[in-house]
């Protein structure tokens, strides 16, 4: 089996400065050789609806291939109203309609976000309560709540703030440990 893995990173916030998507940025830059993070574009799937599932819209066609060559999830996870963003849910929500749930039905998942006060911990609670339903395997740990307003985050949305880069380094080494380790490649 190969060493090499392919993860795939979504951004439930869908602002161009999103602090959620700058983590997912950070994450790309701060992963070891053999491991690449793409970020899916969902930014321009249509609601869910059974009435497109027999004739899916291209960028949900795109979206779906990407999220079905991905060894794991790295999913970003702002905070709307104590609950998880509803283009998150939306991704997921597509991702779960294919037969057997085959693009997300074992396949591991890290959690991060970035929010206000409790750095969307309530939000990331209820995913994780998404993820049973759709039997995504959550790394248990670390977790990492951002605080958004902080001084962690420059203007444009990424992170400033070393120790903040260190931790999402260290979320991608586990979720790497994780991926392989449900492979039974651990090392």
Known sequence: MSDSLNFVGIS???????????LLR???????????????????????????????????R????????????????????????????????????????AILNGKPV?????????????????LRQTCVCLNLLPLPKPELFADAFSPSFDADGDVADEKLAGQVRGLMLALADW???LRGQAR
Request: net charge neutral; glycine share 8%; with cysteine.
């Open 26 to 60: 950070c994450a790309a830059k701060s992963l070891p050789d053999g491991i690449t993070l793409t970020m899916a574009v969902i930014a321009d799937l249509p609601l869910f609806s059974e009435d497109l599932e027999n004739d899916k819209p291209e960028p949900v």
């Open 179 to 181: 991926t392989r380790r």
């Open 62 to 101: 795109r979206f779906l291939a990407l999220a079905a060559e991905a060894d794991a999830l790295v999913l970003a996870c702002p905070e709307y109203n104590y609950s998880m963003a509803p283009a998150l849910k939306n991704a997921l929500d597509w991702a779960s309609r294919e037969p057997g749930n």
């Open 110 to 126: 890290a959690i991060l976000g970035a929010g206000g006060g409790m750095g969307t911990s309530r939000a990331q609670y209820h």
């Open 12 to 22: 439930g916030s869908l602002r161009r400065q999103s602090r959620n998507s700058g």
